[in-house]
């Protein structure tokens, strides 16, 4: 919370405060290390038009998003877009619109099973007003996952929600995907189950962009390995980049910070 604060007052000082948020917009440091934000990379990554996305755990589909702006900008992209919390499903189907290269999945993605899914109920503002602005990103199939945030401050605004899932490779089927340029996951915890019923031999996407910060250290070491083999591998902070070893834009993150995993 109180980094929270230092933001907000950031924002009050003209000059210094709006050269700090685009600082932070543009490089982000973690453990001393420095990076350029994800939708950076994307941006020196994704450059044609025929571009397909998916996006697993698309929340609104613009707070904190690394793609939003680029699929804005670029009007030839197409995007899945699977976001399993209602509100935040109909706030990312309004905020997009109903443009033909959009398509939207209301579903969990798990081994295709009923399951209890977690996640913020949307008034909790109004009781907690200094909220930042990703309370309600918190959706997750594991509680622990929210509750770590701001002190477990959330825990009275939890909602359980049974869910029946769909697996990946059913994603694919009902939405007629057989190439992916990228494959972005968000989910909470639930990264490394979702990425581990990809089948590289059916579907090989060019850059995965996938959360990592809340795996545990078993789980990390099996992304990467599971990935290894076939991408070029970054991490951003909180998240991981794979570039397929042979993607052609590859070499134009040369000049972009990360950290060379693999």
């Given at each position: 919370m109180e980094i929270m604060k230092i933001k907000q007052s950031l924002k009050k000082i003209p000059v210094l405060g709006k050269l700090l948020i685009l600082l932070n917009r543009r490089f982000f440091i973690k453990n001393g290390a420095l990076y350029d934000a994800p939708s950076i990379w994307l941006n020196k990554l994704l450059n044609e038009d025929n571009v397909q996305i998916v996006q697993i755990g698309s929340n609104d589909g613009v707070n904190g998003d690394p793609i939003y702006n680029l699929i804005k900008k670029n009007a030839k992209w197409r995007a899945l877009f699977v976001e399993p919390i209602p509100?935040?499903?109909?706030?990312?189907k309004?905020?997009?619109?109903t443009d033909s290269r959009f398509s939207f999945e209301n579903v969990a993605i798990n081994e295709g099973t009923k399951q209890i899914f977690f996640s913020v109920k949307e008034e909790a503002n109004i009781d907690l007003p200094n909220l930042p602005k990703w309370y309600d990103q918190l959706g997750s199939f594991n509680k622990e996952n929210i509750l770590k945030h701001l002190n477990g401050i959330l825990e009275p605004y939890i909602i359980e929600t049974e869910l029946l899932g769909m697996s990946l490779n059913e994603l694919f089927k009902k939405n007629n995907i057989s190439n992916i340029t990228l494959l972005h996951i968000d989910a909470e915890g639930y990264d490394w189950k979702i990425l581990s019923q990809l089948n590289l031999d059916y579907i090989k996407p060019q850059v995965i962009l996938i959360e990592h910060k809340n795996l545990t250290r078993i789980e990390n070491q099996s992304l990467i390995n599971f990935l290894r083999s076939e991408y070029l591998i970054f991490r951003l902070g909180g998240d991981?980049?794979?570039i397929l070893n042979n993607y052609e834009n590859k070499n134009n993150v040369k000049n972009l910070n990360g950290e060379l995993i693999a």
């Open positions: 509100y935040l499903f109909e706030r990312l309004n905020n997009y619109g991981l980049i794979g």
